[in-house]
């Protein structure tokens, strides 16, 4: 069946995605489409596999990425920051289009440029300029790389760039027309985070790369300590929960009326749990109100069960000044279980971050989040029509998460090692090396 496969018993889908066996094309897969604006153009591809990045006499051209500011604490400010870094560091020419955390004037970061969002709150009305200023030294335009959902970018401007490619999420299916609609575009090259959009785009008729996101395992490790207003003290202590105590984790972003995290479906599977094991907590590391548009958690949690006493979120304050990573990997480091069977994943940077840490993980079985699993548990779910993107979303089963924190629980408390090794699969420099190269020399390839 070409689409969503229902498994037998249990009513689960598991949506068409490239499992870890399954081995999927990176930067040297042959084009199905031909399209001489991206890497099916014959000349591009060899001078790429000759190793040519620039004609004779003619200079290299420049990048200008097209993300949050790399200072911002968001998933897209945080690759925007690994990417940019090792690509200066590779030698390349980078500015930064910011779309969000800076506005009204230019400025440098780590030696890079980093332009102002324009006037539209996407930076529609500026990005082509600022590819053509960019690379004016140069004689041509910058590549300019997108890190964003690419449903945002309209207008003409975007006709008259030679070269976009874009890093793209993927998190329903089928793929959402406008995004399938913008990466078909003669004049851009789309980039799959994950293997299940890498597949999703290209059952749509369109070839991608892939390039995964990717975290700083430096930074990301088993971390006993957190550094407080008086001193460094242990994690537990921080979060103000007993040390003897089985504690569940989530680390989602609590915004949007659309309950894409599955807070719902989580808090009445934990909420059971709980009230059967009086020495399980629960900790959420998010904004518990509805300040940023999101859902008032605390509310929820009162009506699914969850024991108010053994819940904890991090200091309102804190957090939204920006807790530091290191901060976050003693947390992950804290918890037994992470859980976020999410609605749909684009990627799913957390859940690598906390096996960093030698934590487990419990996911959906949907979308990219079976792909990330070096140890842990998935859950089944069930299709949900989204009538916003018109394609599936897919909501998890209670029951079914209530059995993998019971697993989770049986197992005990202890560092996974498996979950460790798995997670170095995807260090920075590791993707970089693997993934980033190769596809820059097709990107930039005369």
């Not at 870094?85 to 970061?109: D, F, Q, T």
């Amino acid at each position: 069946m070409d689409g969503p496969a229902f498994a037998q018993g249990g009513g689960a889908i598991h949506t068409p995605c490239a499992h870890k066996e399954k081995q999927v094309a990176h930067a040297t897969k042959e084009k199905r489409t031909g399209n001489p604006a991206r890497s099916g153009n014959p000349s591009r591809r060899a001078a790429a596999r000759e190793g040519a990045t620039t004609a004779p006499g003619v200079a290299a051209r420049r990048i200008l990425w097209a993300s949050n500011a790399p200072w911002t604490p968001t998933g897209y400010g945080e690759q925007t920051q690994q990417v940019t870094r090792r690509l200066a560091k590779a030698g390349h020419e980078v500015a930064i289009a910011s779309n969000y955390g800076l506005e009204g004037s230019i400025m440098e970061w780590e030696g890079l440029p980093v332009y102002p969002r324009g006037l539209d709150v996407y930076s529609n009305d500026v990005i082509p300029a600022y590819a053509m200023d960019f690379g004016r030294p140069t004689g041509q335009q910058a590549l300019v790389i997108t890190l964003f959902d690419c449903w945002v970018f309209k207008g003409g401007g975007w006709d008259v760039l030679e070269r976009v490619a874009s890093w793209v999420p993927v998190d329903h299916f089928p793929a959402p027309k406008p995004v399938i609609e913008w990466l078909a575009r003669p004049n851009v090259t789309p980039i799959a985070m994950s293997k299940f959009g890498h597949d999703a785009i290209e059952r749509a008729g369109v070839q991608a790369l892939y390039v995964p996101h990717a975290i700083d395992t430096q930074v990301f490790k088993p971390t006993e300590l957190i550094e407080g207003s008086d001193g460094k003290v242990p994690a537990r202590q921080w979060m103000g929960i007993p040390e003897d105590a089985f504690v569940i984790g989530m680390v989602s972003a609590n915004k949007g009326t659309v309950d894409r995290k599955s807070f719902a479906e989580s808090f009445l599977a934990a909420g059971m749990v709980m009230q059967e094991n009086p020495d399980v907590w629960l900790y959420l590391h998010t904004e518990p109100t509805a300040a940023m548009t999101g859902i008032d958690l605390r509310a929820l949690l009162a009506a699914t069960g969850v024991p108010e006493d053994r819940v904890k979120f991090p200091d309102n304050y804190a957090y939204r000044m920006g807790i530091p990573k290191e901060a976050l990997a003693a947390i992950y480091t804290a918890m037994d279980v992470f859980l976020q069977p999410s609605r749909g994943e684009g990627f799913g940077i957390p859940a690598i971050e906390a096996q960093a840490c030698g934590t487990p993980v419990i996911v959906s079985n949907a979308t990219a989040q079976p792909e990330l699993v070096g140890d842990g548990w998935l859950c089944e779910v069930q299709p949900q029509w989204d009538v916003a993107q018109g394609c599936w979303f897919f909501t998890p089963s209670v029951p079914s998460i209530v059995d993998n924190l019971k697993a989770a629980i049986a197992r005990g408390r202890g560092r996974s090692q498996k979950a460790i090794d798995f997670a170095r699969d995807y260090d920075a420099d590791r993707v970089f090396d693997k993934y980033w190269r190769p596809a820059l020399d097709i990107l930039l390839a005369p």
